[in-house]
């Protein structure tokens, strides 16, 4: 099912523009400008989370890239990609992608197994708690407060998924209402 959801997905984007004007021609005319508005406010920080994510994982990667091999491990690069990887998942992420390094540093020896393993556990927590609330708060125009709550209860309801979805969906939430707002003014903020 997930691979052939990639392939539909795929086909999907080949034609986006095509397909996305098919779907608006399924909505009553008097609606559809204004429906396509919405879509395009609420893409915004959807795509803003995911530039903020992919800033957040090349700066994961030049980090630990230069730790690691400061250190000694072997292959820096390829366990550097995988830590960036897995570090989209918030939280639990940046430990499962340190996993694979650590276990190759403890190979090589116990000092750069440890080693790598402190430099991941400080990295991470500098990064979880400092660095990702931040860039994200920058890219999404959210504050690193409700981001982190966001977090928190998103992960309590739903997991690593909803861990991994709850900025997206706290700035589309955002975006939608203060659409709803200026379409029809229930916040009164003027008074």
Do not use: W
Not at 7 to 29: C, E, Q, V
Request: proline share 5%; glycine share 8%.
């Amino acid at each position: 099912t997930f691979g052939i959801s990639l392939i539909i997905g795929f086909y999907l984007l080949l034609d986006f523009d095509k397909n996305a004007d098919t779907l608006y021609s399924l909505i009553p005319k008097r609606y559809r400008d204004e429906t396509k508005r919405l879509l395009t406010t609420i893409n915004r920080p959807l795509k803003k989370f995911v530039n903020g994510a992919l800033i957040d994982c090349s700066v994961i990667f030049v980090i630990t890239a230069i730790g690691f091999s400061i250190i000694g491990l072997k292959s820096p690069l390829l366990f550097a990609l995988f830590c960036a990887i897995t570090n989209v998942i918030p939280f639990a992420g940046p430990y499962i992608g340190g996993v694979p390094a650590v276990l190759v540093a403890l190979t090589q020896s116990t000092t750069i197994g440890i080693a790598v393993l402190i430099f991941i556990v400080v990295i991470q927590a500098l990064e979880g708690n400092l660095l990702q609330p931040l860039i994200m708060s920058k890219a999404t125009k959210l504050s690193p407060v409700t981001i982190i709550i966001g977090l928190l209860v998103f992960g309590h309801f739903f997991g690593i998924a909803g861990m991994v979805l709850s900025t997206p969906i706290i700035g589309a939430l955002k975006e939608l209402v203060n659409f709803l707002d200026d379409k029809y003014d229930f916040l009164n903020t003027d008074e």
